[in-house]
């Protein structure tokens, strides 16, 4: 039996909303949260030509460890995103940051392969929740009119210099106490950062949706959240497998096709990153300003030419240029990615829809290291990453078929969102 209209608070907006502050609180705290779990991401490619020799591990190898912590953080994904729905956006996102943060730390105490690559996949669980809670949290305390800013622009900015904080710590850490001591000094900002969202506020929407008597629907059984879905997968798949695709062997494409020192090749990543938090501000306020998806659409035909033109560089002179580009414009679709899927589902589904659409393209991510890694072995530097330039058609596609969505009460969405269920066809 389908789940009635009725049974949804859709046009109801909550009697009370968050001031700016709290939601400015939130989506920093998120952000940083985020950007914590970036660098507990990112620090395993930064590092990975050290971690290599320790482990005596191939290319290859090192694609299987990638794609574990990958499953990881599918499951987490679409695990926090639920639990988010249940428990609370406040509590979940705590309890993210614990477990990300102790297990990173964790694995620079261990050379064994097995209990190494058991941690990555702990770390992708827990540090999945970031994006899973945060992203929906801040859409519904932030501002409409420049919600793709407060959600894309802060949290995703903020994603990006957590590369940076994990490239400046190996630099400082690495030539000298070896790459474990960029592991285990994780530990320190995610007990911190635990101990300061102690004072954030709970999402009001989420409050309002939790006292009213409202029936929690199955997902799959609205009819314009089905298409919903769809889009996300689509936009998430390209956004998934492009950034593992092309992050994962950043550093050792560059020591390896123009000769680099890997601290030079760390130099170059710490910049493409920088590059990537200003475009994550950029593509999020056009998006504000002219919509999620001319916005989106223009960052993946970007997103294809600079690709190409990265993998056939000749020189590491033109490389920093395209590389830079195409590493930077990640942030852009990865910012108004974030925005758009956190705005595409009821509140009372909000983390589970999120969960489940990013999770669906994050499915397909999960192979992405190992197959680049099988490839680079097999084809050589240029070959993966040329096929990674064909993605961005799917982010295309998947933003025509969902609805524009700036500058619209989330309320407002939802009804739309129901509306397309009740359309015949």
Do not use: C
């Not at 949804?8 to 989506?27: D, E, N, R, Y």
């Not at 000298?176 to 506020?201: C, D, E, K, M, N």
């Not at 298409?227 to 550093?251: D, P």
């Amino acid at each position: 039996m389908a789940t009635t209209v009725e049974s949804i608070p859709a046009s109801a907006a909550p009697a009370t909303s968050a001031t700016f502050k709290q939601a400015l609180f939130v989506a920093v705290t998120a952000g940083l949260g985020y950007g914590f779990d970036s660098y507990a991401v990112n620090i395993y490619g930064l590092v990975l030509p050290e971690i290599k020799k320790t482990l005596h591990i191939n290319e290859a190898q090192a694609g299987y460890i990638g794609s574990i912590f990958l499953l990881g953080y599918t499951i987490g994904t679409i695990g926090f995103g639920f639990a988010a729905d249940r428990w609370g956006r406040k509590n979940t996102l705590g309890a993210s940051i614990l477990l990300y943060g102790i297990t990173t730390s964790l694995a620079g105490l261990t050379t064994n392969i097995a209990a190494f690559a058991g941690l990555r996949f702990l770390t992708g669980v827990g540090g999945a929740g970031e994006l899973a809670v945060g992203a929906p949290y801040t859409a519904e305390v932030w501002p409409a009119k420049t919600r793709a800013i407060g959600v894309g622009g802060v949290i995703f900015s903020l994603f990006s210099l957590g590369y940076v904080l994990a490239a400046g710590v190996a630099l400082a850490l690495v030539p000298h106490y070896g790459w474990q001591s960029a592991f285990i000094v994780a530990i320190v900002p995610a007990v911190l950062l635990f101990l300061i969202r102690r004072g954030i506020t709970e999402s009001h929407r989420y409050v309002a949706v939790q006292n009213s008597a409202a029936i929690k629907p199955r997902l799959w059984h609205l009819a314009g959240v089905r298409r919903r879905l769809v889009s996300g997968w689509l936009i998430y798949t390209a956004n998934a497998v492009g950034y593992w695709g092309m992050t994962m062997f950043l550093t050792t494409v560059i020591v390896k096709r123009f000769h680099a020192a890997p601290i030079e090749a760390i130099r170059y990543a710490l910049v493409f990153f920088l590059l990537q938090a200003v475009f994550a501000f950029l593509g999020t306020a056009l998006a504000d300003w002219i919509g999620r998806r001319p916005s989106a659409i223009i960052a993946a035909v970007i997103e294809i030419v600079s690709t190409v033109l990265a993998a056939t560089s000749d020189s590491l002179a033109h490389y920093r240029i395209f590389g830079a580009i195409a590493i930077a414009t990640l942030g852009w679709l990865w910012g108004v990615g974030d925005t758009y899927i956190s705005e595409l589902f009821p509140t009372v589904l909000r983390g589970t829809g999120f969960g489940i659409a990013v999770g669906g393209g994050r499915v397909v991510s999960i192979a992405a290291p190992t197959v680049i890694g099988w490839a680079i072995m097999h084809y050589g530097l240029q070959t993966p990453y040329l096929a990674l330039g064909g993605l961005w058609v799917l982010t295309v596609i998947g933003y025509l078929l969902g609805p524009e969505t700036k500058g619209k009460e989330l309320e407002a969405l939802t009804d739309e969102a129901l509306k397309d269920d009740r359309t015949p066809g």
